[in-house]
């Protein structure tokens, strides 16, 4: 086994992965203002890449010229700033997960030296590339072969992203272990990190900001005005299927999913357990999480269905009490709430009962 993080980004790389901090470093003395008005087309390619990605719900594949990589590598910033500053979470979210799938469709068939460095840089995640297979102890030689694991990822750093992966596959007892590393093959490593993928450029974006003066730019204002007369509207919300009126940190959690806002944990799990509570099915809970928008609807179904207590122990898990969504710093209260102590007491509603259910 060795260990590879010495790679050296190249300038291929830059254009194929173009939030690499290498990229930032070339643009960094540069004024904004160059790319907009540089003689490559750098604007018209990022409104091209913009409007592309929110109607097909991936990136457009670019030529390999240099010139075109060139175009393309400095076209993603610019499209994070226009992206950013239309100011709506479901374009945001769009144009994230379009760029996420196509990093995945080229990580797929990437260099097998160019993986470790990229995830240790984009992600933090360490992986070794797991080339001198008699060298791995528990595991045979034609075992490895076979199935062609090209990585070990730790123990830990592999249970914390394979626990919400929904199939037998991903269970621990599945994998091949030895001496607290993981084996993966490259496609296994790609759906295990996808997810963080997306959430990496999705912040990326988010925590952009924009100078005023930039939202005052001829060039950009006019490219925003196009991308925003194409752009699709958001899906209305589901929320016609409980007749009560939501409690406030409930209808907050549905608005946040169904725009493509990023959720705590504790909102999804609100949202989720409130609306089983409320009568919906586990079909209507998993249909409430927008697939165009970054949700895997396996593992949104694997979730809500162990919430459901159909998939684990087959414990159900109750509502979160209200100081417990307090605590969580996911609670909305308004003069409405009054004193009840769970939300499906708002309005009067519904008695909270226990019947051997479990908090989370
Ligand atoms: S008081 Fe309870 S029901 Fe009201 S917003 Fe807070 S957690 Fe929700």
């Given at each position: 086994m060795i260990d590879i993080l010495n790679y050296i980004i190249g300038e291929d790389d830059k254009s194929k992965y173009p939030f690499l901090p290498e990229v930032g470093k070339q643009m960094t003395g540069r004024n904004i203002q160059d790319f907009l008005n540089s003689e490559l087309p750098i604007l018209e390619n990022a409104k091209d890449r913009i409007i592309y990605s929110l109607k097909n719900g991936t990136s457009p594949e670019f030529d390999e010229t240099i010139e075109m990589k060139t175009i393309s590598k400095y076209?993603?910033?610019?499209?994070?700033?226009?992206?950013?500053?239309?100011?709506?979470?479901?374009?945001?979210?769009?144009?994230?997960?379009?760029e996420s799938r196509r990093v995945e469709d080229i990580l797929h068939n990437e260099n097998p030296d160019v993986i470790p460095q990229i995830f240790k840089t984009i992600l933090n995640v360490k992986l070794s590339q797991s080339k001198d297979i008699n060298e791995e102890s528990n595991v045979t030689s034609e075992f490895l072969v076979k199935n062609r694991f090209k990585y070990k990822i730790s123990l830990s750093d592999y249970l914390s992203r394979s626990i919400s992966l929904p199939k037998n596959q991903w269970r621990l007892v599945n994998r091949s272990v030895s001496s607290g590393y993981v084996f993966l093959t490259q496609d296994e490593l790609i759906t295990l990190l996808r997810e963080e993928i997306y959430q990496m450029i999705r912040?990326?974006?988010?925590?952009?900001?924009?100078?005023?003066?930039?939202?005052?730019?001829?060039?950009?204002?006019?490219?925003l005005e196009q991308i925003l007369k194409v752009a699709p509207r958001p899906p209305k919300a589901k929320i016609q299927v409980f007749s009560g009126e939501y409690p406030p940190c409930v209808a907050k959690a549905i608005e946040m999913i169904q725009k493509g806002d990023q959720v705590p944990h504790s909102g999804k799990f609100l949202m989720t357990t409130f609306l089983l509570r409320a009568g919906k099915t586990v079909d209507d809970v998993i249909d409430m999480y927008p697939t165009n928008l970054g949700f895997n609807q396996n593992i949104t179904r694997y979730q809500v269905e162990h919430i459901a207590g159909l998939k684990g122990g087959g414990t159900k898990y109750d509502v979160p009490s209200c100081s417990t969504m307090k605590m969580k710093d996911f609670c909305y209260k308004t003069d409405a709430c009054g004193t009840i102590k769970n939300p499906l007491q708002f309005n009067g509603k519904t008695p909270v009962k226990k019947n051997g259910r479990k908090n989370s």
């Open positions: 076209s993603f910033p610019i499209a994070m700033l226009l992206v950013r500053s239309t100011n709506q979470s479901y374009l945001i979210s769009r144009f994230a997960l379009a912040s990326k974006i988010e925590e952009l900001k924009i100078p005023p003066a930039l939202l005052e730019d001829e060039s950009m204002k006019s490219t």
